[in-house]
């Protein structure tokens, strides 16, 4: 059940319960869930809720995947519910952080835009384009918010183009320019009288729901599965018959990198990578009626695995660890020479 449901059609009290319920059953998908949960909560407008949700990720003792976007959350609820003093030293927390992932910067940007702070909004789109896209030859999609929302806060302070905005320009592809739909005067068509300029403002809105339309249908990455040093000698150690997949780490990491690279030279977009665990493969193995020890279980395990979002996408940005877990750089690792 996505979030976004009309409240009239969702109990969205009842859907962050199950939510809740399903994090206590999987707990290696704690993180999504009961962000999943929170937003469910501030649909049915029970912010303090949602909040404590947010605190309990934060105060846990699993290391979360990105506790920028859960703190980015965090500070957007508060906000609403009038908690603004706290809400801004969380944002500028996130932004001190410089998180390499976009989702947090939009997310604290889109808040202090929604509080007419245009200013800083600009700031911190700017500061995340400047961090995520300076010397990317091709913006990820993922950062394309990043863009958009730069250009439309730009917009609303009559600032001219530079040439984050002509990028920006060059990524949209809707029929609508983005000077039309982020035209701060579009607010006054909808009371004008005068047809021609209600049936544009319609036409705006239709390009926008179908940008929006195009976001919500992207398809799951096309995952890789990967399997953490200990989790694959634990694998192998339980079930021997997956050695003849995995003969050794080194092998394991080396086919995943070229695998991704070969699908990325065929034009597959949106690749990933899932990181598996051997609890949750035996679980998922149990929830098919198989054995663990099944190869062709691998990919279907995969392909769960990113649609309950849990996959990574590839390759990571400029700067970003190695989805290895190295520790070190991704372009002094799997990425060296890419």
Known sequence: MRPDTPAEYVDHTAEAARLERTAGLYPEDAEHLLT???AHLELADDRPRATSLYDRLLAGSTTLENPFLVRALKAANLWEYGHEAEAKAIIEGVRAASPRDPAPWVIVAEALESHDELEAAQETFTEAAVLLLTDVPEPPYPTHPVLFGRHRVRRMLGLPHDNWDTLADTLHSSPVSLDELHDPKRVWSLGSENPAELEAEISRLRA???TYREALSRPFPVAVLHWPASELTELVAAYPSLSEEYPSREEHLATIEASLRELATSGTPNLG??????PSYEAFAA????????????PQYATTLAARGR??????????GCWCGSGRGYGECHGDGS
């Open 36 to 38: 999943q949960a929170a």
């Open 208 to 210: 926008e729901l179908g």
């Open 273 to 278: 990578i899932v990181t598996g665990t051997v």
């Open 287 to 298: 929830s098919e009626g198989a054995s663990p020890s099944d190869a062709s279980l691998l």
């Open 311 to 320: 996959a990574v996408a590839w390759p990571p940005q400029k700067g970003a």
